[in-house]
């Protein structure tokens, strides 16, 4: 068991990765382009609506949001987590987002709920971004507004290693994308629509395109039966550069206005008798302003700082009583940089 320092003290505080939270309107704007607040920029914030593995034993929606929401935290991109569309699809939950992805098996020759359809249609064709990922062109096949909406309908697939192949280059989707070759499912479609654009094919068969439907946009891809294309960086990316074309310019210029700083490597070292030892490698340290632009919160909450350094120093522990104070236990001499400890010997 590791005893604190004899000098360390508990006193109410917070330190910087402790931020208030506090109900807000996170938007900068509605749908419609209404200010809602102050556009100093923010992050952009999609609704992944996935569904039950009971519904298909092919795709585990969940596992491949864990890791998108890891690959795209630090771009500035949040993803909330939903397998209810009767909730998730409804006028004012989908207000709180700035784009819709889907990726789960709902009733593939079935009907699309009309109040969920309505509420989806009326999300695009007010703005929002639509973003389709394999598996959500074989939902609600009987639904003829949502196909067109994804801009074609599963009809059958195999299996194999394959790449494929860029046919719009210069397209912002496929800007600065990294080719890849994997085992994916080989999608064939049908109902296809007339007014898409075609990026990519797998040999004759579109497999990753765009679409405007009223102020809205969506984009869809083929990719992405498991994770042997999920955890590819090049995948990831495809699915950043999507998001990032679906949402719309003004959107991407609040992101851009939010100036998330670059995340850097530093040497972690200690003291040694003649020399520092490095242990290893960490991030470098964040001023709380920039230290919150990556902090990802639940829609419809803010962050205000409260407390940082050198208010407190070296946080060990946080504990909260039940009137909302943060009692924060430090270390202000341990370990100190200034005292030079002797090889083969510590102190607590």
Known sequence: MHRACASSRSRPSACLLLAALALGGGKAEAQDGSPLAAAEGRRLQVLFLGAPTQNGPHHDPITRYDVLKKGLGADGIDLTYSEDPAAALAGPALAAFDAVLLYGNWDQMGVMPATQLEALLAYVDGGGGFVPVHCASACWGRTPLFVRLVGGRFARHGGEEFAVEDVAPDHPVLSGLAGYRA?????????????????????????????????????????????????????????????????????????????????????????????????????????????????????????????????????????????????????IDCLSPQIPIPSGRSRR
Do not use: C
């Open 183 to 331: 085992w994916d499912e080989t999608y064939e479609h049908d109902e296809q629509a007339t007014d898409r654009v075609v990026l990519q094919r797998r040999e004759q068969e579109p497999w990753t395109w765009v679409r405007t439907q009223g102020k809205g946009r969506v984009f869809y891809t083929a990719s992405g039966h498991d994770h042997r294309v999920w955890d590819l960086p090049a995948f990831q990316q495809l699915l950043k550069n999507g998001i990032l074309w679906a949402v719309g310019d003004g959107k991407r210029e609040l992101l851009a206005k939010l100036a998330l700083p670059k995340l850097e490597q530093e040497a972690v070292s200690l003291p040694g008798y003649r020399q520092r030892r490095e242990i290893t490698q960490a991030q470098k340290p964040l001023l709380p302003a920039d230290s919150m632009k990556f902090a990802q919160v639940a829609t419809g909450m803010q962050l205000s700082l409260f407390a940082s350094e050198p208010e407190i120093v070296n946080p060990i522990h946080v504990a909260w009583d039940h009137r909302g104070r943060a009692f924060v236990v430090e270390t």
